[in-house]
């Protein structure tokens, strides 16, 4: 029994010191101002703005950029895109825009570039938008052009009324709150020296600070170098306000569309009090404890001050209730399952071998883009869980392009939604969007392996380009061959 205890604890501390670090690092100023954006993008945005361009009566040229801008407001993984895939294209989206949307929502949404640009690097975050982007459009034009006599038939079971339905414009107190959210994550996230240097600095005289980051980094070891990132005396707070912040809004927040109640207070008091806390600078020093007044704090604090006002003087109570009851809804549907991968995460890097990363995809090769793809397929993780695994294989070895060929095809498919998308369009058409994914991905990571290696940017660029033109060709090809159909 010992023995097996031995065993199984370092597994087991190192789930929980992977969840302790990043409950501290990347929650607070990355993914809560997150949730509240996609709760006021559901809550507050007309469905028909984001609908109403996919039509299959739409110009090409809007309808496909339409479908990628709309996937990029949804926060959603492969299961949860679905049923919105469903409803989109049995509302009269054509196939092509439909699989664009489908494919780019989960791929390079802008919670999951965000949160790749802060746990991997700009430059992945950078190449996982536009490869998306260019093949997210290329998949769907591939697919409306293989499937068009289908489609065209479809067209006729439609309801011909999504495609002509006018919108209502948006509130601008909603595209205010919006905005401020987005400046309050670019300001919480940005790594400029504006925004993380200390302006003021305060020294409190708390003696035993150091030794308590001593014992922190003896239960949490910090070594930048395996991707270790500690737990700091900080850290250990807002893990606690964290907790709090749970306590309150289940209380304050489950129950929102029947009106607010003292919870609800507490439960937004607590939530800016642990924003403003994590955009200081805290440091242990012998003396004591240091904590700087960054920009970043400043610019935090601001932008809160701004959604308050907004809050209480743009948006009506009715508005406020459904705005906070759809954050509460994404945070309670994702946060759950991130605190269990993350784990998981944990537990399997200290079973892992970096030779084994090393050997199937420690080069930009096909088999290592393929072995990438066949991992992100296979081994699905709901969404932003595919980001700290693809920060714990890059520690271990994983070259750059597998990596994201990882990051493309994780997001995209798992074997549920397979079936269900199978059950919408049809297995074959299914299975050949599939195919299409895993190909893409390959493709997508071999293109960013090379420019990681050394190609210049501008091959890679004119790769790409003409990649565009052919399938402008075929579209055009695609347009002309295919049949017209009355009364739509």
């Given at each position: 029994m010992e023995a097996l205890l031995s065993a199984v604890w370092p597994v087991i501390h190192g789930g929980l010191g992977n969840l302790a670090a990043y409950l501290a690092a990347h929650v607070l100023l990355c993914l809560l101002p997150a949730f509240f954006i996609a709760g006021a993008m559901a809550a507050l945005i007309p469905t028909d703005i984001v609908t109403r361009f996919l039509g299959r009566n739409s110009s090409k040229t809007v309808s496909y950029p339409a479908a990628a801008a709309a996937g990029s407001l949804l926060a959603v993984c492969s299961c949860t895109i679905v049923p919105l895939f469903a409803g989109i294209y049995k509302k009269g989206a054509g196939l092509g825009p439909a699989i664009t949307f489908l494919f780019f929502a989960p791929a390079?949404?802008?919670?999951?570039?965000?949160?790749?640009?802060?746990?991997?690097?700009?430059?992945?975050?950078?190449?996982?938008?536009?490869?998306?982007?260019?093949?997210?459009?290329?998949?769907?034009?591939?697919?409306?052009?293989?499937?068009?006599?289908?489609?065209?038939?479809?067209?006729?079971?439609?309801?011909?009324?999504?495609?002509?339905?006018?919108?209502?414009?948006?509130?601008?107190?909603?595209v205010a709150l919006l905005f401020v959210w987005v400046v309050l994550l670019l300001t919480g996230?940005?790594?400029?020296?504006?925004?993380?240097?200390?302006?003021?600095?305060?020294?409190?005289?708390?003696?035993?600070?150091?030794?308590?980051?001593?014992?922190?980094?003896?239960?949490?070891?910090?070594?930048?170098?395996?991707?270790?990132?500690?737990?700091?005396?900080?850290?250990?707070?807002?893990?606690?306000?964290?907790?709090?912040?749970?306590?309150?809004?289940?209380?304050?927040?489950?129950?929102?569309?029947?009106?607010?109640?003292?919870?609800?207070?507490?439960?937004?008091?607590?939530?800016?009090?642990?924003?403003?806390?994590?955009?200081?600078?805290?440091?242990?020093?012998?003396?004591?404890?240091?904590?700087?007044?960054?920009?970043?704090?400043?610019?935090?604090?601001?932008?809160?001050?701004?959604?308050?006002?907004?809050?209480?003087?743009?948006?009506?109570?009715?508005?406020?209730?459904?705005?906070?009851?759809?954050?509460?809804?994404?945070?309670?549907?994702?946060?759950?399952?991130l605190v269990i991968g993350v784990f998981v995460v944990g537990m399997i890097r200290v079973l892992i071998r970096p030779e084994w990363i090393e050997m199937l995809a420690g080069a930009n090769t096909v088999l290592g883009n393929l072995a990438g793809v066949t991992f992100g397929v296979f081994m699905y993780f709901p969404t932003l869980v595919e980001v700290p695994i693809a920060r714990m294989f890059l520690d271990l070895g994983m070259h750059r392009g597998p990596l994201l060929a990882y990051l493309m095809s994780d997001p995209e498919l798992s074997l549920q939604s397979i079936l269900i998308i199978s059950a919408i369009i049809g297995r074959k058409k299914a299975w050949t969007y599939v195919g299409l994914v895993a190909l893409f991905s390959a493709s997508a990571g071999m293109t960013y392996g090379a420019w990681v290696d050394g190609t210049s940017l501008w091959t890679l660029a004119l790769g790409l380009a003409g990649f565009v033109v052919v399938l402008a060709m075929l579209l055009y090809v695609a347009g002309r061959s295919t049949p017209s159909v009355k009364g739509v």
């Open positions: 390079a949404n802008i919670l999951a570039l965000v949160y790749t640009g802060s746990i991997i690097g700009v430059d992945l975050a950078a190449a996982r938008l536009i490869l998306s982007l260019v093949f997210g459009i290329g998949i769907g034009l591939i697919m409306a052009l293989v499937f068009r006599a289908d489609d065209a038939a479809h067209e006729q079971e439609a309801d011909s009324l999504f495609a002509h339905h006018a919108g209502v414009g948006m509130a601008r107190g909603a996230t940005l790594k400029l020296e504006l925004l993380t240097g200390s302006y003021v600095q305060i020294d409190l005289p708390l003696l035993a600070a150091s030794s308590w980051q001593d014992t922190l980094n003896q239960l949490v070891p910090f070594d930048a170098a395996k991707g270790e990132e500690g737990v700091s005396i900080q850290g250990v707070a807002l893990i606690a306000l964290l907790a709090a912040i749970g306590w309150a809004a289940w209380r304050g927040l489950e129950n929102i569309q029947d009106g607010a109640n003292r919870w609800t207070g507490v439960s937004l008091a607590l939530i800016a009090m642990t924003l403003m806390l994590a955009a200081l600078a805290v440091q242990a020093t012998p003396a004591g404890l240091r904590i700087g007044l960054t920009g970043k704090f400043f610019g935090v604090t601001a932008a809160l001050a701004a959604l308050y006002w907004i809050v209480r003087t743009r948006l009506s109570p009715e508005a406020v209730g459904d705005w906070l009851w759809e954050s509460w809804r994404f945070a309670k549907q994702i946060f759950p399952l």
